[in-house]
């Protein structure tokens, strides 16, 4: 069947918005084709710097014909009611049906619609596209209206093996597309994709971006080996340099040795973040080496000799800049700084940044006393240093080296190691994939960082709503959620979070939910657990859940979830029947069956046997307590009838039941439970 081949050819794409582009891409066209009816099967797309590439198989030459039906008016109606609805649907009276509906006669209007060629339909939807294309950033330029993310170029269009024939905003559809900039820039003429691909292949342009980035690395690797180096891998800046080139070729520089005095996370950012260069290590010693790789986008004649020398030559500059601000920020000590964030807004109704260090320093003064292992003065002193870096020379420059300049810094100024390592590590865990500090006092004043952040923005009522957090609060509580979990901290909240409690609490509540359906809990278990409140200990909370996990995946504890929900549905009933509860003790002097004074004696036994687990946090034994109860519930419900014909004996053997709910409830709300 026919297949359409798409490219949106322009100046180039910055490599951030590419693979998001050729998504939307995809999208777009995808939904139109399926609002025509078209059916297709297979979507590639592709993003090179200066293209957007979509390749759909499969589709019909034509849409299918169309047979829609309209009810009209009851016959012998109004003539302007008939005459209204002539009109809507575009035919005469001789055309219409009369049909039988119910008892009365009406009229149909029976419209077919033939299929339009698809051709025709393509090109309707790649207009509509390219003019509604969500460009984060987009421009207009010349005398046009569209706007793009940079100029757009040209449009090849093909469906069936023919060019398309439309146009946009000046640009017309064709066969016709160009190669690499500087090694083959003539025009390529394209119908098909298999045509197309190897045509671009053969004018330097590699369009499958996986296939650039797959290239990008084995060459860099290889490079490496062969000089005794190895590559520092970095899958975020391998896919940005593949999208900076459509033809990338590896080449091999050096600096300076004498730039290793710098430490090693200032050069490699220096040239990750300026250059896009690949930083490498000594094979034999592991340490950073006085090379690195750059991607060319040409193939030179004297096999890239001029370009590395270039770069080489750039990155001196920039290296350069780096000593001097490493040199000159270490003639100041960090304690120096520290008035100088008062400079520094943290917020427009929260003061500085050196208010919030102030803040934080109490609070780590508060957390020392709580994690233990923590020292109060190291805890005090770290926060109190904590931010002066980013009055530095050199987080000025790389902003994404805060942290890890103050702890090269505060050991620079001989501040004991654990003060510097918490200032390393006091912005940690900054995500899901971010290694959380585990020493007591880098946990103290990583917590007190985030924990001020928190209950200062809910003070002045700047808390998220929606998908809006400017200010990543939800990243802060889930930091804070990681820092107790991970490091088994019985972190009291409350407390902390002062008149804000009851509203953070709550908020820090749905944030470990999260966490825990990221980990695999069941949402209904969350909430059974949840339900007993305890909102304010988080390993508490997570500990239920694990235990109601543990509980309801072993067969007593599924038997006996089975049979809370049957005597939960009995008490709903009869509760409802009675217009009273049946709530309280049942008296052991009306039993008339075995089965009834065993099951009251071992909920007994079970009740104060959870009570007692519960009261030492211990929710495994809870659970074991009350999953002994299985048998002898069984055995109720398989010999005694509840709803007896004495009223009495009916009433206590509700009761019983209301104890068997109250003593499951105790541990766990088992109506949240599904399943």
Known sequence: MPELLLELFSEEIPARMQA??????????????????????????????????????????????????????????????????LGSVGLTREQLEIRQVKNAEFYFAVIEQNGRPTADVIAEIVQQTVRDFPWPKSMRWGAGTLRWVRPLHAILCCFDGAPLSFEIDGIAAGDTTYGHRFMAPEAIIARDFATYKAALAAAHVRLDPVEREAHILARATELAGENGLVLIEDAALLAEVAGLNEWPVPLLGRFDPAFLEVPPEVLTTAMRSHQKYFSLQDAKTGKLAPFFVTAANIEARDGGAKIVAGNERVLAARLSDAKFFWDQDRKKPLEARIDQLADMVFHARLGSVRDKVARMVALAARLADLVPG????????????????????????????????????????????????????????????DECPAEPTAIVVALADKLDTLVEFWRIGEKPTGSKDPFALRRAALGVIRLVLENRLRLPLAPLFGAQADDLLGFFADRLKVYLRGEGARHDLIDA?????????????????????????SDDGANLLAAYRRAANILRIEEKRDDASHAGQADPALFTQDEERILFDRIAEAAA???????????????????????????????????????????????????????????????????
């Open 20 to 85: 998001r582009a050729a998504d939307d891409l995809r999208r777009l066209v995808c939904d139109g084709l399926r609002a025509a009816e078209l059916a297709f099967d297979r979507t590639e797309v592709f993003a090179t710097p200066r293209r957007l590439c979509l390749h759909v198989t499969d589709i019909p030459a034509a849409q299918p014909d169309r047979k829609q039906e309209r009810k009209g008016p009851k016959v012998g109606a109004p003539d302007k009611a008939l005459e209204g609805f």
């Open 374 to 433: 923590a020292d109060k003065q190291d805890a005090e002193r770290a926060a109190l240093l904590a931010k002066a870096d980013l009055v530095s020379e050199m987080v000025f420059e790389f902003p994404e080296l805060q942290g890890i300049m103050g702890r090269y810094y505060a050991l620079a100024d001989g501040e004991r190691a654990a003060v510097a390592d918490a200032i390393y590590s006091h912005y940690s865990p900054a995500g899901p994939s």
């Open 529 to 553: 657990a949840f339900a007993l409140g305890g909102q304010g200990d988080l390993l508490l909370l997570v500990a239920r859940v694990r235990a109601l996990e543990a509980f309801v995946q």
């Open 609 to 675: 046997e959870a009570d007692a687990a519960l009261a030492r946090d211990d929710f495994t034994a809870a659970m074991g307590a009350v999953a002994r109860l299985r048998i002898p519930v069984d055995a109720f419900f398989d010999k005694v009838t509840v709803n007896a014909d004495q009223a009495e004996l009916r009433a206590n053997r509700l009761r019983l039941l209301s104890q068997i709910r109250g003593t499951l409830e105790a541990v766990a709300d088992f109506s949240r439970i599904e399943g």
